[in-house]
């Protein structure tokens, strides 16, 4: 079954059962209180009788008929018996006095009130005179019973015609709310077709441009805009993903280059090289062998971006800044000065270590005369050398993959290093930064939020 056809069934059964509950609320309603009210009139007639001197005697009637359409002594038939048959009968059960159109039925419970000596004796019942329902009254009367009965035809009659409006109500609220569903629903799963449509040309193509239903401010709409929103994220990793490739194969051009020609030296005759010859090749095929590992590694990293599986937690950033500045002065033999305050943040401090690693080892290669400082102060870690500087123009492209300035192309390294180090700071919801330091050198580093 189809979401738009659950909708309209879901909508009808909704819209009927409503209709149909207030419908019989209603009818349950007339039907106590026509009840209500045909007992209340029997009730009254019962008081008129039994308080009027003389009215249930059959040889004081008025007209000297003895029967129950009879007149009373001294004025006219009470107003409330126009509508209510009433009939007397004894202890016994013999009709004393009944109504011209013929005695009423006369049951065991009304044989019972009869001989009651309880003078509020009373039963009530309802009864069929040919064909015709009638409500019926018994109550204590001297030394018999007073019956009383009022037609139910008409109540019957209005009863059926709220249960006929009633139902006709629920058919005519059943096609309403059909086609009101109908339409709701097809405006429903309108947008959800065209999302399952696109999702399948995603699926069945790879595409990740195809149009997608962004219309609307309700759910429907809302989903529409988020796999948007996920298709053009997938896109930008798409692209991302492949610059890398295109990026990391030109870079590994160089490492493998040289080690190949390097070898290919090898080859021609390693034993008729001098001591020193000798020396040179194999320090150029371990610096290569480094600087492809290292440039590996860097990919893998960027590719694979497992900083994400390392849980947060509390960290002071003083802490993992003195630890890579202790690897940096074993690395490099470099002076390297840290000061810092008590900043903490909630961060995966491998990530943070490797971030400030490599910013202290970026000072390290490209400054190599005079110490480096790292500071950090409430939550932000600057790393300062006393080198040549940067080049204003390389400074919004410092922290992208691969970009290496043209002064520095020739010295070692993959380009890679402060692209890790914003892919950190990204994560942490921080910003990098880079700038020359006023009396000289060159000033990177980051901010995070602190705890």
Partial sequence: MSLRLKLVLALTLLAVCATAAIGVASYTTTKRQMEHTVDRSLETASLQFTERPGMGDPDNDG??????????????????????????????????????????PISGADLAVAASADVNARTRYEVDLDGEPFRMLTVKYKDGAAQFARSLDESQKS?????????LAVLIVAIVSALLGWLVA????????????AAGVVASTGRLDVEVPT?????????GRAFSGMLSALHTSRQEQHQLVQDASHELRTPLTSLRTNVSVLRRGFASLDDQSRDQLLADLDSET?????????????????????????????????????????RFSRDVI????????????????????????????FAPDGSVE????????????????????????????FYRSVEMRSKPGSGLGLAIVKSVVDAHGGEVFAQNAPDGGAVLGFTVPIS
């Fill in 215 to 223: 219309d609307g401010s309700d759910e429907t709409g809302q989903l």
């Fill in 159 to 167: 009863l059926s015609a709220i249960l006929r409006s009633t139902l």
């Fill in 186 to 197: 097809r405006q429903i799963t309108r947008r959800l077709l065209r999302l399952t449509l």
């Fill in 63 to 104: 007209d000297g008929t003895g029967n129950g359409n009879a007149h009373v002594p001294g004025g006219d038939r009470p107003r409330s018996f126009e509508q209510v048959l009433y009939q007397r009968i004894d202890s016994l059960g013999m009709v004393l006095v009944s109504p011209t159109s013929g005695e009423l």
């Fill in 290 to 330: 480094r600087e492809l590992t290292d440039l590996v590694n860097e990919l893998v990293e960027l590719a694979t971006d497992r900083r994400d599986d390392e849980a947060v937690q509390p960290v002071r950033l003083g802490d993992p800044a003195q630890r890579a500045a202790a690897r940096s002065r074993r």
């Fill in 338 to 365: 840290v000061v810092a305050d008590e900043s903490t943040i909630d961060g995966r401090p491998n990530a943070i270590e490797r971030a400030i690693q490599n910013l202290i080892d970026n000072a390290c290669k």
């Fill in 374 to 401: 790292v500071t950090v102060l409430d939550g932000k870690v600057t790393v300062r050398d006393h080198g040549p500087g940067l080049q204003e123009r390389d400074i919004p492209q410092l922290f992208d993959r």
